[in-house]
């Protein structure tokens, strides 16, 4: 039998604010021509509730030995606030000054389809895009480009509603 090599922290949201955080990963070098330069993946967590506040346990599933690149994202009403961090050993370290972020409604009569994005060998991508009242990721339609010969996702967005994009870029 295997032993569980993951590691997990906890953080408390209080009344009106929901918190996701995601794992950054940099792209394998020998994919970095066909590929962005990094790729998000949510983390999974469960939640305890204790009155008014939300204690979540995230879950990281494979530490890294120099550390795990977060994004932190939480969501009150009518702003996110963007926090990075690092999760090294058995400690979260936290950027000190959070980016707060206002966002702004998208607001259409139709469906709107966002632009396609390019996924990685292992299925990751560098786009995410979440509804900010639940939280939830807006789950891409995978396809295969044969014209490309790659693997791509489409999102459905829909009408009257807002979304939070974001993609971690290299500062270059």
């Known amino acids: ?10 953080i408390t949201d209080p009344k009106g604010v929901k918190t996701v955080i995601y794992e950054v990963y940099e792209t394998e070098k020998e994919f970095l021509k066909d590929y962005p330069k990094y790729t998000v993946e949510r983390l999974d967590y469960t939640e305890e509730f204790r009155g008014d506040l939300v204690k979540k346990t995230f879950f990281v599933d494979d530490p890294q ?12 009403k009518d702003k996110v606030v ?11 370290r936290i950027t000190k000054k959070p980016i707060p972020f206002a966002y702004n409604t998208i607001h259409t009569e139709e469906n709107i ?14 786009i995410s895009i979440i509804d900010p009242e639940t939280t939830e990721e807006v789950k891409p339609t995978l396809y295969f480009d044969e014209k490309t010969n790659e693997v791509k996702g489409k999102c459905k967005l829909k009408p009257y509603k807002s979304y939070f994009a974001f993609e971690i870029r290299d500062k270059k």
């Open 65 to 76: 030995k120099g550390g795990n690149q977060l994004v932190i994202l939480s969501f009150g």
């Open 82 to 92: 963007i926090n990075m961090g690092v999760l090294i050993g058995n400690e979260v």
């Open 1 to 10: 039998m295997q032993n569980a090599q993951g590691k997990h922290f906890s």
């Open 113 to 126: 389809e966002y632009k396609e994005f390019d996924y990685t060998p292992n299925l990751k991508r560098a």
